[in-house]
């Protein structure tokens, strides 16, 4: 066994563990801290791929930022824990059996007689001025271009959408005018008064 099977063998072990995890802890920051672990893993399966953009990206984007603020998000919810417990007991068989269902169909698509490295060849070794950014970006706009735009357009309605149910207006809301804010003078907001004096008792 090559260096590199072992380790990919290692961070394969790791990214199930971590993904077994996520969907098993009941507290959700440590799912959160979990899926950090398993989008890091893959990182560096893909770097063993000799993906390294794809891996850069995945943890500048996923655990740099969106995690980031998932964390953040999760943290600022008042979760009720023992709701959450109940629901997981109670859906606990079917989440079994969906399980089992699953790693059987991986099984069947990705078993001994449809993958490794008997069947599937390692890739051959790129020259040094190879770029895999430049060859993701050739085929991502020349072969699905099209896919790539109607994704594009599909997530531009989204983030509208999101905007507009957000800024709906709700009754009994309090909303602030920031021009008038802005237009504020400072004799409007503050009053100087004058406190007369305070005589001084004699003792006698």
């Known amino acids: ?3 590199e099977k072992f380790l990919f063998y290692v961070f394969a072990i790791i990214l199930v563990f971590a993904a077994v995890m ?3 802890r009941r507290n959700a920051v440590h799912s959160a801290l979990f899926l950090v672990l398993a989008f890091f893993t893959s990182a560096m399966i ?3 791929m000799e993906a390294e953009f794809l891996a850069i990206t995945l943890v500048l984007v996923y655990v740099g930022a ?3 603020l998932f964390l953040f998000v999760v943290m600022m919810l008042d979760i009720d824990t023992d709701a959450m ?3 997981f007991i109670r859906y ?3 989440g079994l059996l969906v399980a089992v269902l699953m790693v059987a169909e991986i099984a069947l698509v990705v078993g001994p007689a449809h993958f490794g490295f008997d069947h599937w060849k390692l890739p051959a070794a790129h020259p040094a001025d190879y770029s895999n950014t430049r060859e993701l970006g050739g085929v991502l706009y020349t072969v699905y271009m099209y896919p790539f735009e109607i994704a594009a357009v599909i997530l531009l309605v989204a983030i ?3 905007i507009r149910l957000t800024l709906r207006r709700r009754p009994g809301t309090r909303y602030q005018n920031p021009t008038q804010q802005i237009a504020v003078r400072r004799n409007d907001r503050v009053r100087i008064v004058e406190v007369p004096g305070e005589k001084k008792m ?3």
Do not use: C, D, Q, Y
């Open 1 to 3: 066994m090559t260096f």
């Open 22 to 24: 996520v969907v098993s």
């Open 46 to 48: 893909w770097m063993l």
């Open 66 to 68: 969106v995690m980031v």
């Open 85 to 87: 417990r109940a629901g």
């Open 92 to 94: 606990l068989p079917v």
């Open 160 to 162: 509208i959408a999101a």
């Open 202 to 204: 004699e003792i006698k």
